[in-house]
């Protein structure tokens, strides 16, 4: 079986949105955010969030990577089968999903890591499932996570992504292109295209399903098959 490389972190890639956002900068907006954003987006996302867990819930394989964990929010909702390894870039984040932790008594979260998902220090095939939850459009290299995450799954196992993808035509488009220009403040990219984080052929494959509220985010499901 043959693994993607190890994709370098200065490769040059399309950019996300018009206006990507570096690592450091991710850092800072979720310094600003980590303590309101259960109660802001944290709150919108719920319905979406609980309907990735479920996914994964009723996939095969135990070894579960949430990535880009964040507060913790989806930790609660994993069944007891499911092992669960966290990573995220924020410090302040973690400390919440910490915290989650400690005070929901949830035994299967085997571990806390800031790490870049981009990059991470895991080997080939450690997981069975990598889920993430409303990151994609936030990390600075969307096809670089795609491919880490394609190298430390397992052939066979599944990438799951959940997210706010930009509105193929109409009034939202237009919002969505408007908003992003407040990209470093919202912490994401209301423009970011399906077709910046998978190709074509990865689209063609994908299990996807519009989520509540009105298909505002969306859920690709992938099988791994890593080239
Ligand atoms: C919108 S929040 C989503 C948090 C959580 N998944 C949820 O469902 O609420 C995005 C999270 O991704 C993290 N993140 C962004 N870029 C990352 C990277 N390259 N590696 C790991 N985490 C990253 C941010 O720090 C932040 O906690």
Request: with cysteine; proline share 5%.
């Given at each position: 079986?043959?693994?993607?490389?190890?994709?370098?972190?200065?490769?040059?890639?399309?950019?996300?949105?018009?206006?990507?956002?570096?690592?450091?900068?991710?850092?800072?907006?979720?310094?600003?955010?980590?303590?309101?954003?259960?109660?802001?987006?944290?709150?919108?996302?719920?319905?979406?969030?609980?309907?990735?867990?479920?996914?994964?819930?009723?996939?095969?394989?135990?070894?579960?990577?949430?990535?880009?964990?964040?507060?913790?929010?989806?930790?609660?909702?994993?069944?007891?089968?499911?092992?669960?390894?966290?990573?995220?870039?924020?410090?302040?984040?973690?400390?919440?999903?910490?915290?989650?932790?400690?005070?929901?008594?949830?035994?299967?979260?085997?571990?806390?890591?800031?790490?870049?998902?981009?990059?991470?220090?895991?080997?080939?095939?450690?997981?069975?499932?990598?889920?993430?939850?409303?990151?994609?459009?936030?990390?600075?290299?969307?096809?670089?996570?795609?491919?880490?995450?394609?190298?430390?799954?397992?052939?066979?196992?599944?990438?799951?992504?959940?997210?706010?993808?930009?509105a193929?035509?109409?009034?939202r488009r237009d919002?969505?292109?408007?908003?992003?220009?407040?990209?470093?403040?919202?912490?994401?990219?209301?423009?970011?295209?399906?077709?910046?984080?998978?190709?074509?052929?990865?689209?063609?494959?994908?299990?996807?399903?519009?989520?509540?509220?009105?298909?505002?985010?969306?859920?690709?499901?992938?099988?791994?098959?890593?080239?």
């Open positions: 079986m043959t693994y993607p490389e190890r994709v370098k972190t200065d490769r040059v890639e399309r950019s996300p949105s018009r206006f990507s956002m570096s690592t450091e900068t991710v850092k800072r907006a979720y310094r600003r955010w980590a303590n309101v954003y259960d109660v802001g987006f944290g709150s919108i996302s719920r319905f979406a969030r609980l309907g990735a867990v479920k996914a994964v819930n009723g996939l095969p394989g135990s070894e579960v990577l949430e990535v880009g964990v964040g507060t913790g929010l989806a930790l609660p909702y994993y069944n007891e089968s499911k092992f669960v390894t966290g990573i995220d870039l924020s410090t302040d984040m973690l400390a919440h999903a910490r915290k989650r932790v400690q005070t929901c008594g949830c035994k299967n979260v085997r571990n806390l890591l800031e790490m870049n998902a981009e990059n991470t220090s895991f080997d080939n095939a450690s997981f069975d499932i990598a889920v993430a939850m409303f990151v994609a459009s936030v990390v600075p290299h969307p096809r670089q996570l795609l491919q880490e995450l394609k190298r430390i799954v397992k052939p066979g196992g599944y990438i799951l992504f959940v997210n706010h993808f930009l193929e035509k109409g009034v919002i969505e292109y408007a908003m992003a220009h407040a990209s470093h403040l919202l912490g994401w990219h209301p423009d970011f295209a399906m077709e910046t984080l998978l190709p074509p052929e990865d689209i063609e494959r994908a299990y996807i399903r519009a989520m509540f509220p009105m298909g505002l985010f969306t859920l690709v499901t992938l099988e791994n098959c890593p080239r």
